[in-house]
């Protein structure tokens, strides 16, 4: 009687079984699971962290079935991640769990070290934002400079990033000489450590304005305000992405770098403080 019983909830525990792995099999091939359970992964600068989560919410927004993740890491962190998984011998797998599909590291110089080893697949680069150095003045300001020009012919103090420490303040002496201010500003000039540096002192009333990042305004958009847009005079930093070479979703891939560059994408580059490249623009 022992025996029978055992057989007959063996026999069930193999029906029950099999109807598992029959329902795991129909919801597998249901339109857009094999998508949604591989999530889409894009390793990126931190500094990009406000851009992509916009870029990753719209897209989401656009394909209900996708769900973006985004793992940040600096530019040599991850260039040894993506080189470390690339060589690895157990499979081309991103931090032992899966694949990563796109790469945005801040700048396009780490894309470029990357397409150079072929760890990004050549062809597939896109441009779709570049920094963007913005005059700030504080929120509650009335009467605020509309321009750099107007700064250079009045008395105001302006706050800048040390230009021997900091990219910013390279930039920003570049287009201050650009405009043929560097003169009229002498004795003017603030000049602070960095971008938390000029936020500071033109929040404190060290200086009345100050040049810093777009994005960096957005963080701040309850105490600064911008005041004019540095439009010319210096080089500004173009981000990119591009597919990792294993990228598992090629098609899926090419539609996301299709929506960075396009109308929607664009508008959403812009609200997170940043320019679009001169290709884009319309």
């Known amino acids: 009687m022992k025996n029978k019983v055992s057989d007959q909830a063996l026999g069930w525990a193999r029906v029950w079984a099999a ?30 962290r406000g851009l992509l989560e ?22 040599l962190n991850l260039r040894q991640t993506i080189a470390g998984m690339e060589n690895s011998m157990v499979g081309q797998y991103f931090i032992g769990t899966g694949p990563i599909h796109l790469v945005a590291p801040g700048g396009d110089e780490v894309i470029t070290r990357l397409e150079q080893k072929y760890y990004v697949l050549p062809g597939t680069k896109r441009s779709y934002a570049v920094d963007q150095l913005v005059v700030v003045v504080p929120e509650s300001l009335v009467d605020a400079p509309d321009s750099l020009e107007a700064i250079g012919r009045g008395t ?81 930093t173009k981000h990119s992405m591009a597919m ?12 996301f770098l299709a929506y960075i560059q396009s109308a929607e994408g664009q508008a959403l580059v812009r609200q997170a403080g940043y320019g679009v490249p001169a290709n884009l623009r319309r």
């Open 19 to 48: 109807v598992f792995i029959f329902i795991l099999m129909g919801l597998s091939t249901q339109p857009g699971n094999a998508r949604a359970s591989e999530p889409f992964v894009i390793a990126a600068s931190p500094s990009l």
């Open 54 to 75: 916009r870029l990753g919410s719209g897209f989401e927004q656009m394909h209900p079935e996708v769900r973006v993740q985004l793992y940040f890491a600096s530019g």
């Open 156 to 236: 105001a103090r302006l706050a800048v990033a040390d230009p021997s420490h900091t990219r910013l303040g390279t930039q920003t002496g570049a287009a201050l000489r650009a405009l043929g201010l560097h003169e009229s500003l002498k004795g003017r000039l603030d000049v602070a450590t960095d971008s938390h540096g000029v936020i500071d002192h033109v929040l404190s009333g060290q200086a009345d304005a100050g040049i810093i990042y777009g994005d960096q305004v957005v963080k701040e958009q309850e105490r600064l305000r911008v005041a004019a847009i540095v439009e010319k005079g210096y080089t500004p």
């Open 244 to 255: 990792e070479r294993y990228c598992p979703n090629r098609p899926l891939c090419d539609e």
